[in-house]
């Protein structure tokens, strides 16, 4: 179990239209300008990331593992949460950050990302 911050990036980037631009010192990973995701530096001695959610998804996470989640500084009050890369398995956070950028992204780059899913 674990996520480094090279597969975090992978994870976010994999999702259609997603763009890194580095904001104010590490990675925020946007669809159409809007961020869904961020995550620390590669330096960071104990990185994490932090994703868009709802309030009520925040409180069933810190809930469910309060060692794995928390609320990030600054953005925790609007429902994004923070996750300890190291203690997470990387199909949970593809899950997580899949969410974040379905309610990011516009309802038309959803639509035809679940058409391809459904073509699968």
């Known amino acids: 179990?674990?996520?480094?911050?090279a597969e975090m990036r992978a994870l976010a980037l994999a999702l259609p239209e997603a763009v890194e631009i580095e904001t104010w010192g590490h990675p925020t990973f946007r669809v159409r300008n809007?961020?869904?995701a961020s995550c620390a530096s590669d330096d960071t001695p104990e990185p994490t990331a932090t994703f868009k959610a709802t309030l009520d998804?925040?409180?069933e996470l810190l809930?469910?593992?309060?060692?794995?989640?928390?609320?990030?500084a600054?953005?925790?009050h609007a429902g994004w949460v923070q996750v300890r890369l190291e203690a997470i398995?990387?199909?949970?956070l593809r899950e997580h950050l899949m969410d974040a950028w379905?309610?990011?992204?516009?309802?038309?780059?959803?639509a035809a990302?679940?058409?391809t899913l459904d073509d699968a």
């Open 113 to 115: 990302f679940d058409a």
């Open 102 to 110: 379905r309610r990011t992204a516009p309802k038309r780059v959803v």
């Open 74 to 76: 600054y953005v925790g």
């Open 63 to 72: 809930a469910e593992d309060p060692g794995v989640y928390g609320v990030p």
């Open 89 to 92: 398995a990387s199909d949970v």
């Open 57 to 59: 998804e925040q409180a």
């Open 34 to 36: 809007k961020m869904f």
């Open 1 to 5: 179990m674990g996520v480094t911050v």
